[in-house]
């Protein structure tokens, strides 16, 4: 089946600018996550999903930074005035279940640069 | 702070050879520990899992050890292969979270010769 898949793959924009990326989840996976990847970094957790709502933002560097999920199914990663310093790649990941041992399916990321 | 360590950000093993990458962590509340393997231009995968309840868990080729002690793990592979050429990525979360937020180390990249 499908894998998780994150639009637009690269994004290129200017400081002070306002971006927004999507993420579409495994279908039926009701937990989705969005780290982020900056460069020689490993990924770090943003903020997750189960179904709906926001359980977790505690990763959320600001409050230039929001995520919705509004139907439980595809995720909008939403950043306004963003900053040199927002430059990473924003990857998504889903689990069927959240929870200790459920598997994370990443999908390829969104890498965004800001100039 | 950095609660999951990667040391080493690159190894270079022969095909054929075993490759061990390292992990410390500084969180004694991390019970469960996870390894991803990355190519470029691709996301994270699942390699393989670790419950702190154990201290070894194997899967063909891929095998990591869990020191709870040293706060130490580690992931063997044997025999290495090119295709294994990737950057690794050590992960833990916290059973008590209940959420299945991942803290990542930082990679090491890991190169496999013929």
């Known amino acids: 089946g499908a894998g998780v898949s994150q639009t637009p793959s690269n994004k290129v924009t200017e400081k002070g600018k306002y971006v927004e990326l999507r993420c579409d989840p495994i279908?039926?996976?009701?937990?989705l996550y969005w780290y982020r990847q900056s460069l020689g970094q490993g990924p770090e957790f943003l903020i997750y999903?189960?179904?709906?709502?926001?359980?977790?933002d505690s990763g959320l560097p600001n409050d230039r930074f929001f995520a919705v999920r509004p139907e439980g199914s595809v995720s909008t990663l939403k950043i306004q005035r963003t900053e040199r310093g927002d430059s990473a790649v924003y990857l998504c990941?889903?689990?069927?279940?959240?929870?200790?041992?459920?598997?994370?399916?990443f999908g390829p990321g969104t890498r965004l640069l800001v100039l | 702070d950095q609660q999951v360590k990667q040391n080493s950000p690159s190894l270079s093993v022969q095909e054929g050879r075993i490759s061990i990458l390292n992990c410390d962590y500084t969180?004694?509340?991390?019970?469960?520990f996870l390894w991803y393997k990355k190519y470029p231009a691709e996301g994270p995968t699942f390699l393989i899992s670790?419950?702190?309840?154990?201290d070894k868990n194997e899967d063909g080729r891929f095998t990591v050890f869990l020191n709870k002690s040293a706060k130490h793990l580690s992931l063997h592979i044997v025999p290495s292969q090119p295709g294994d050429s990737a950057v690794y990525f050590c992960?833990?979360?916290?059973?008590?979270?209940?959420?299945?937020?991942?803290?990542f180390g930082q990679g090491t990249t890991l190169q496999v010769k013929p």
């Open positions: 279908s039926g996976h009701t937990a």
């Open positions: 990941a889903s689990s069927q279940n959240p929870g200790l041992q459920e598997t994370q399916y």
């Open positions: 969180n004694s509340m991390f019970d469960y």
């Open positions: 999903f189960q179904g709906t709502g926001a359980a977790d």
């Open positions: 992960a833990a979360t916290r059973g008590s979270s209940n959420t299945g937020k991942l803290i």
């Open positions: 670790i419950s702190s309840i154990k």
